[in-house]
C-alpha cells in the first residue's frame, strides 16, 4: 500500500516556492506591465498559504502518484520543463504551440489512435489559443513575453 501524505501541505509549499521564484524574478520590467503579474503573484501566495492552513485544519491524506502512469507524468512534466526553456530560444508563440501540440498528441496515444487529421486540427485550435493569448498578454496587458529566434 501507498503511503500517504498531507497532499494540502505539499501542494500549498510548492505553490509559495513558485511565488517566491517568480517574485524574484521580476527585474527589468516596467510599473504598468507589471501590474497584472504582481496581483496573480499575491493571489496565488494568498491561495497557497490557505491550502497550507487547510492542511493543518483538516489534513486530506493521500498516496502521491498513485493514479495514472508515472512514466507518463514525469514525460509530460520533462515536455513542460523543457516548453520554458524553449521559449527563451525559439520564442513563446512558437515553442508554445510546438510543445502543447506534442503534449496533446503524446497524451492522447495512452487513450487511442490519434489520425493525422485529427492532429491537424488541434495544431490549428493550440495555434488559434495560444494567437489569442499572445494577443490579450503582449498587445493589451503589455506584459513583454519572451521572443526567440523565430517569434
Known amino acids: 500500500m501507498a503511503e500517504k501524505f498531507n497532499t494540502d501541505i505539499i501542494g500549498?509549499?510548492?505553490g509559495l516556492v513558485i511565488t517566491v521564484f517568480f517574485w524574484f524574478s521580476r527585474e527589468g520590467v516596467t510599473h504598468l506591465s507589471i501590474m497584472?503579474?504582481?496581483a496573480l503573484l499575491i493571489l496565488m501566495a494568498v491561495f497557497s498559504a490557505a491550502i497550507?492552513?487547510?492542511?493543518?485544519v483538516r489534513a486530506d491524506r493521500q498516496p502521491i502518484f498513485s493514479n495514472g502512469d508515472q512514466c507518463r507524468?514525469?514525460?509530460?512534466?520533462?515536455?513542460?520543463?523543457l516548453w520554458v526553456v524553449a521559449i527563451v530560444w525559439i520564442g513563446?508563440?512558437?515553442?508554445?504551440?510546438?510543445?502543447?501540440s506534442f503534449l496533446?498528441?503524446?497524451l492522447a496515444l495512452a487513450r487511442k489512435k490519434v489520425r493525422l487529421s485529427q492532429f491537424a486540427i488541434w495544431v490549428v485550435i493550440?495555434?488559434?489559443l495560444v494567437g489569442f493569448f499572445y494577443f490579450i498578454f503582449a498587445k493589451l496587458l503589455y506584459v513583454p513575453l519572451p521572443r526567440g529566434i523565430l517569434f
Open 92 to 100: 513563446f508563440y512558437v515553442a508554445s504551440v510546438l510543445m502543447f
Open 12 to 14: 500549498g509549499i510548492i
Open 36 to 38: 497584472f503579474p504582481n
Open 104 to 106: 496533446a498528441y503524446y
Open 73 to 81: 507524468i514525469a514525460v509530460t512534466a520533462a515536455i513542460l520543463f
Open 52 to 56: 497550507i492552513i487547510k492542511g493543518f
Open 126 to 128: 493550440i495555434a488559434g
